[in-house]
């Protein structure tokens, strides 16, 4: 089966600490993305990748950190850096290397990380 | 950046009622339009999308969601809802050639019966 994969599930972190969310996917799609989502407030952009070896930051990547070394996997690293880390992590991708708009943009099943 | 606002953050519903989230945006430009549905503790899965032609999209389950340019909303409804369709929508906007999503802050609907 074709999808997004995300590990682990749940992660508690303690303060200080750095930890990196792993997201695979076998869709063979060109742009991949990480999203943060706390209640109330929707889903915001972290960083997004449209190629092997290439990322932006999104609206909030300060104290974030990705690598895109292979087309299928685009981990993340909050470091410590990152002042309120605990959310619902969620990755995505979409089809095409350009990121057209109207490609969909499938989700995996999201990371809840917990700082304690 | 894109502004999408969902008036709506929470709508509790008894099964088979009627049911419709809004949503509205702020660009003038082109706008690609799309919903999305998230069940507790999962990803978010796309449940219809606004591209272009026809301002009225149907989604396989029973969900509908009109264009309204002038209006500059995308609504959703659904005249009968079930139990299982408690989760949370979430309204996404693209505009142009600009593929990133700006998302909605979400409307969690629950069916009672």
């Known amino acids: 089966d074709g999808g997004i994969t995300q590990s682990p599930k749940y992660l508690f972190r303690k303060e200080g600490q750095n930890v990196t969310l792993s997201c695979e996917q076998n869709l063979n799609h060109d742009a991949m993305y990480w999203y943060r989502q706390d209640p109330g407030q929707g889903l915001r952009l972290i960083y997004y990748?449209?190629?092997?070896?290439?990322?932006q930051k999104g609206d909030i990547a300060e104290g974030y950190s990705v690598s895109r070394e292979k087309k299928e996997s685009f981990p993340l690293t909050v470091t410590s850096a990152q002042k309120n880390p605990t959310a619902f992590y969620l990755c995505?991708?979409?089809?095409?290397?350009?990121?057209?708009?109207?490609?969909?943009?499938?989700f995996g099943p999201g990371t809840r990380l917990t700082v304690l | 950046a894109q502004s999408v606002t969902q008036l709506d953050s929470q709508v509790p519903v008894f099964e088979e009622a009627p049911v419709e989230l809004r949503c509205n945006y702020s660009?003038?430009?082109?706008?690609?339009l799309f919903w999305y549905v998230q069940y507790p503790n999962q990803g978010l899965q796309l449940l219809l999308k606004y591209l272009s032609g026809s301002t009225l999209v149907e989604s396989i389950n029973g969900f509908e969601a009109e264009f309204n340019k002038s209006q500059t909303s995308f609504h959703l409804r659904k005249p009968s809802v079930h139990i299982s369709d408690t989760a949370e929508y979430f309204c996404?906007?693209?505009?142009?050639?600009?593929?990133?999503?700006?998302f909605g802050a979400g409307t969690t609907v629950t069916v009672r019966a």
């Open positions: 996404a906007v693209s505009v142009g050639n600009d593929y990133k999503l700006s």
């Open positions: 990748s449209q190629i092997v070896n290439d990322f």
């Open positions: 660009s003038s430009v082109s706008v690609y």
């Open positions: 995505a991708s979409s089809r095409s290397p350009t990121g057209a708009p109207t490609d969909t943009q499938y």
